[in-house]
């Protein structure tokens, strides 16, 4: 167990306007003001009726929020959860341990807020990028999903009107910028393994395809979907879309040989295959592809 003299809370600072000072020392002024639960909300609810069209009254709250549900406990004796040792410095021996836990109410209940403020401020990617964040926090599935819906919505709207922190112009595409966004969610979402996930992953893609119909990620995270419930000929659609657009993307070529062989057109399968071994010979494709020819009991001429 690693030996800490000190520990520092996590902060994530997400989104917007107000005075001149930057938005991380306006999150850390708000939190040195107010440090509760309730004491937050009721300066929310205070705000917001005050100001309703300054996005701080939602985005410094809501990070208040965030920080104070991490709760630190120091302890002389063990803890369960405990991430480090409390050590004596004249002895550097271990006295204690501090365990952090989360307190998932203040995170659902920030949460619930930067929703609240994406559907105020629906041109702030950040708020949008801060909703879908906060959703992850507590494993919402449901929410990340209605977030990131929510984001592509806007941006198919008017994608020039997106903005930044403050209301900073996007420096590039704004679409890329939230396209790439989403797809982050879309791969979180796959990497929690269960059918809920999985759907909403789908969902993520095939909507953000509508708006970067050549985004070679998004093509693949929709296609995953489906090779991971065996419908391979949807599976093997999506990923031909993406051979067109990457033809020489070896994790393309490989997954569509799968399908393939799967769908009984194995000649297909070894084609690409051999192709991936000639093209890219001496490397970790190359290894793949032979593995899979040999595990897809593919006949090679001359072998």
Request: net charge neutral; proline share 5%.
């Given at each position: 167990?690693?030996?800490?003299?000190?520990?520092?809370?996590?902060?994530?600072?997400?989104?917007?306007?107000?005075?001149?000072?930057?938005?991380?020392?306006?999150?850390?002024?708000?939190?040195?003001?107010?440090?509760s639960g309730p004491a937050i909300q009721k300066r929310h609810e205070q705000w917001a009726k005050q100001e309703p069209g300054n996005a701080d009254a939602w985005i410094l709250p809501a990070n208040a929020l965030l920080k104070a549900a991490e709760v630190v406990n120091i302890?002389?004796?063990?803890?369960?959860?405990?991430?480090?040792?409390?050590?004596?410095?004249?002895t550097q021996k271990a006295v204690g341990t501090i365990a952090g836990t989360t307190d998932l109410?203040?995170?659902?209940?920030?949460?619930?807020?930067?929703?609240?403020?994406?559907?105020?401020?629906?041109?702030?990617?950040?708020?949008?990028?801060g909703s879908m964040a906060a959703a992850q926090r507590t494993q919402d599935i449901s929410g990340v999903r209605v977030a990131a819906l929510e984001l592509l919505r806007v941006v198919a709207k008017d994608p020039k009107a997106m903005r930044w922190i403050d209301g900073a112009v996007i420096e590039g595409d704004p679409v890329a910028k939230a396209t790439g966004e989403v797809h982050s969610r879309?791969?979180?979402?796959?990497?929690l393994e269960n059918d809920e996930s999985d759907a909403a992953a789908?969902?993520?893609?095939?909507?953000?395809?509508?708006?970067?119909?050549?985004?070679?990620?998004?093509?693949?995270?929709?296609?995953?979907?489906?090779?991971?419930?065996?419908e391979w000929k949807q599976g093997r659609d999506y990923l031909l879309r993406a051979e067109k657009v990457s033809p020489r993307?070896?994790?393309?070529?490989?997954?569509?040989?799968?399908a393939s062989a799967e769908?009984?057109?194995?000649?297909d399968a070894?084609?690409?295959?051999?192709?991936?071994?000639?093209?890219?010979?001496?490397t970790n494709d190359a290894k793949a592809a032979e593995k899979s020819i040999q595990s897809l009991g593919l006949r090679r001429k001359g072998k």
């Open positions: 167990m690693p030996r800490l003299a000190c520990l520092c809370p996590l902060l994530v600072a997400t989104s917007l306007l107000a005075d001149s000072k930057p938005l991380r020392e306006r999150v850390d002024d708000f939190c040195d003001m107010y440090h302890s002389a004796g063990n803890q369960k959860g405990a991430i480090a040792d409390v050590v004596d410095p004249k109410r203040l995170v659902r209940q920030a949460s619930a807020m930067l929703a609240d403020a994406a559907k105020k401020f629906p041109h702030r990617l950040d708020v949008h990028v879309i791969r979180w979402l796959y990497g789908h969902d993520c893609a095939v909507k953000a395809l509508e708006l970067a119909p050549d985004n070679i990620e998004l093509i693949n995270d929709a296609a995953i979907y489906h090779l991971y419930r065996g993307d070896w994790i393309v070529q490989h997954n569509i040989a799968r769908l009984g057109d194995k000649a070894l084609r690409r295959l051999e192709a991936i071994i000639k093209a890219a010979p001496d």
